[in-house]
DNA sequence: GATGGGCAAGTTTTT
DNA sequence: CTTGCCCATC
């Protein structure tokens, strides 16, 4: 048999595989040591395959970026497999974020081949804890159907707290809270764990009795927040020892995806686990990291936990990739240079074999205007030499910067994708039409109902609501029922019963609809006929159209799921859709977005003091701060293949102010020999450009006085300099590819609809490029296919 | 109960 | 310069 990964034991009822014959563990690994090494081992190097062997005992690979490290978390759980050590159920695997756990699903799958059993483990923290809390939930207080908030039904219910205990949401806001609360269930505190002069300190020592507070609303709903789902699986393993050793004696083997982002409860979490058991006296738990790429520090990731992962394991083997395989030379060098500036590193040397490449260039621009339209021009040159768009990536460190390069090239007709914004089930059309199907699948969920119990707006409104609410409380009933009773009583006014009345008895239709229709054309159903379709139909402001199409979206995406609460499940943690579009474009992310992604070439703009290391990190976190940001400098040459580019504005505009700037001390701490000053070609209108290679005074100039700013204007516009408003773009003769020789489709006066800027009319026509009024974005200049008739 | 104007605040983000 | 949230008004 040549398919290493064809095992046999039929003893697990869910395994499915075709029948073959049996043998037993031991057979298997004769058969494995007898042909030799197996195949799949032949592709890695000698580190990975190490990394890949060493099964017993506590293993840490430090994983430098590009070295490898998926293929080794792949390969040694084929191998664990193929060995017959342990098979695919008794494997846990955890990644931080669903795409890593799809991305390890696949790969794994396709080393293993078709029929073999798949990996039910691996999956994030979260959806394995999930898994776990749903089996024993009645252990923490939970039923086994319960619901998953997420940051936003979070909020309202903390805001319904606060008032409920008359604190002044203002003077303490919920989102505070919750961020606060995020942080105690990070680092495992349940509220009376939480450091007195840490509970004292919101709302005037009241802070401990309201996470008490919250956590009991959390039982009484039958809910749980993402926080939750690993503190209750924690608190479930430790008041439970039976249950912990069960899972301690099913998991043989464990391995970690990204240590360096984990936190303490994922921390405590994974050592519960890992504890030794009779069965397994060995701590076999692989973790896979690269201190040199923790960014998440903000949101309560500990370094110290790869950095001391010897000491919790003791014997533990340190494995380091230190062969990277996806950079050139030079941009390995300057990255490699970059981090050495760090202290309390475990230390890697990364190199490569292949070409020094080029240079990684660093280029001073005036402000960030000019920033965006040199990295524009730079893409259309790769572009004409015939490099693909997918291959490019603008990697910015806060989000505010995104805006500049969009609107540059839109100007341009430069396709671009932008990747991060608010993701697809955050949005609110989505939330709110998760939350009719919640209604319909759910009745007792009380978030979802008072979500979308006046959305669209059907005139119910607080004072109906509080009525429902009172109501619900003194009856120890859901709301849906509530508002049941109510509809049949006086108690409400008219017109507020009338359409009480009416939405029950939709959702009644809906509910006995549920059996007997598929589950995705009953949402169809459910958002036509309660006019939330509609509402947005009717909606004229500019992104009600995508809005729309984000909802036949979702319901398409019901479709892969066998029925509506299979669905609910799986978008209560994933929902990611990865954006069917094809087509070659430039993609723009923050450098955390970025991070497990490689692209040809990478455009780092805004390495300035202030932004890029941030001052709010440097504020708040001192030197960590300023070596996370160092960090997130690494991660950012890293993902470039072959072309690195760092840019540095003179001038930037913060919060609508212009600020002169100074370059980031990150430029400085390159490698001179492994780095090119790029002068911004475009940029040198009448030697304004500084490069502070050239002249290094940038600092105490007056370069925001108005005089300043409209030379600046001038430069970029020199025909309409005079126009009050905002600048159009400047538009590059002849690097328009120009389309439809014979005149445009558009008049002037046309009412014409911009994906990015909504409805407007075009003021201008000049042969494919329009310059239109919009109703709320104001005057631009777009290209023609950008646009359509409306 | 809806709607619009005024005001404060404004890294990074997964689940 | 934006955006989002709260409050006051119709």
């Not at 009645?138 to 039923?143: A, D, I, N, T």
């Not at 939330?431 to 707006?457: G, H, S, W």
């Amino acid at each position: 048999m040549s398919d290493p990964f064809s095992w046999d034991d039929s003893g697990e009822p869910d395994f499915s595989s075709p029948p073959v014959p049996r043998e037993g563990g031991i057979a298997a690994r004769a058969r494995a040591a007898a042909a030799g090494a197996p195949r799949y081992l032949d592709a890695l190097n000698p580190e990975q395959r190490e990394a890949v062997e060493t099964l017993d005992g506590p293993v840490l690979v430090l994983a430098g970026a590009g070295t490898g490290k998926t293929r080794v978390l792949t390969t040694r759980i084929a191998h664990i497999v193929a060995t017959g050590r342990a098979r695919p159920h008794q494997i846990l695997a955890v990644t931080f974020t669903n795409k890593a756990a799809r991305e390890m699903k696949e790969r794994v799958g396709v080393m293993a081949g078709p029929g073999a059993e798949g990996t039910p483990w691996l999956g994030t923290f979260h959806a394995i804890s999930t898994k776990i809390l749903r089996r024993h939930a009645e252990l923490v207080g939970l039923k086994s159907g319960f619901t998953i908030l997420d940051t936003d039904d979070q909020i309202r219910l903390i805001k319904q707290i606060l008032q409920a205990e008359n604190i002044d949401d203002k003077r303490w806001p919920a989102r505070q809270f919750a961020i606060l609360m995020d942080g105690w269930k990070n680092r495992g505190l349940e509220p009376e764990r939480v450091p007195a002069g840490e509970a004292e300190a919101f709302a005037n020592g009241k802070g401990r009795k309201l996470y008490g507070f919250y956590q009991e609303r959390l039982k009484i709903l039958n809910a749980a927040d993402f926080g939750d789902l690993l503190l209750e699986c924690v608190r479930l393993f430790r008041e439970n020892p039976d249950i912990l050793a069960d899972y301690q004696k099913r998991f043989r083997y464990i391995l970690v995806d990204e240590y360096q982002d984990t936190n303490v409860v994922q921390y405590l979490w994974l050592r519960l686990l890992a504890q030794s058991t009779p069965e397994s006296p060995q701590h076999n738990i692989c973790c896979v990291g690269d201190d040199d790429q923790s960014v998440y520090g903000w949101r309560g990731a500990e370094v110290e936990n790869i950095l001391r992962f010897d000491k919790d394991f003791p014997g533990a083997k340190v494995i380091r990739l230190e062969r990277n395989y996806r950079s050139t030379g030079h941009i390995l060098a300057a990255a490699s240079h970059l981090i050495t500036h760090n202290d309390g590193r475990l230390g890697k040397t990364l190199f490569t074999d292949g070409e020094d490449g080029e240079k990684p260039g660093v280029c001073s621009v005036w402000d960030s205007e000019e920033e965006a339209r040199v990295i524009g021009e730079d893409i259309e040159q790769l572009q004409r030499q015939g490099k693909s768009l997918d291959e490019i990536a603008i990697l910015v460190r806060a989000s505010f910067q995104m805006r500049e390069f969009e609107e540059r090239f839109i100007t341009l007709g430069l396709p671009y994708r932008v990747i991060g914004g608010p993701r697809f089930y955050e949005r609110m059309e989505i939330r709110d039409a998760m939350a009719y199907l919640r209604c319909v699948a759910q009745p007792a969920d009380d978030l979802a109902f008072e979500r979308i119990f006046n959305t669209p707006k059907r005139g119910l409104g607080d004072a109906t609501l509080k009525i429902l609410h009172d109501n619900a409380r003194l009856a120890r009933i859901p709301l849906m029922q509530s508002a049941r009773m109510l509809s049949e009583t006086e108690d409400l006014k008219p017109q507020q019963r009338q359409t009480i009345r009416a939405l029950i008895a939709d959702f009644d239709r809906w509910s006995a609809q549920l059996g007997s229709m598929p589950h995705h054309e009953l949402a169809e159903v459910i958002l036509e006929e309660s006019g939330y379709t509609d509402m947005w139909q009717k909606d004229r402001s500019a992104d009600a159209a995508g809005r729309l199409e984000n909802l036949k979206e979702l319901i398409r995406s019901m479709e892969e799921f066998p029925d509506l609460a299979a669905f609910l499940e799986h978008i209560s943690l994933v929902m990611d859709t990865e954006s069917g579009d094809s087509d070659e474009k430039v993609s723009i992310m923050t450098l955390h977005g970025a991070k497990g992604l490689e692209f040809e070439t990478v455009y780092l703009p805004g390495w300035e003091e202030g932004l890029f290391p941030h001052q709010r990190s440097l504020d708040e976190q001192g030197r960590a701060g300023l070596e996370e940001e160092r960090r997130l400098a690494y991660v950012g040459i890293t993902r470039a293949k072959e072309r690195a580019r760092i840019y540095f504005a003179t001038n930037r505009r913060i919060r609508g102010l212009w600020q002169t700037t100074i370059p980031s001390r990150f430029v400085d701490e390159l490698p001179a020999d492994h780095v090119e000053v790029i002068e911004s070609n475009s940029g040198n209108y009448g030697g304004y450009t500084v490069s502070r290679f050239n002249s290094t005074d940038t600092f105490g100039s007056s370069y925001t006085t108005p005089g300043w700013k409209r030379a600046q204007s001038y430069r970029d516009n020199p025909s309409s300099a005079a126009s009050g408003a905002r600048a159009a773009p400047k538009v590059i003769e002849g690097e328009l590819v120009a389309k439809s020789s014979g005149g445009s489709n558009f008049q002037k006066g046309s009412r014409v609809f911009h994906i990015k800027f909504g409805m407007g009319n075009v003021a201008a026509v000049d042969g494919n490029k329009l310059t239109v009024d919009f109703d709320k974005a104001g005057r631009k200049m777009v290209l023609e296919s950008f646009v359509e008739t409306k």
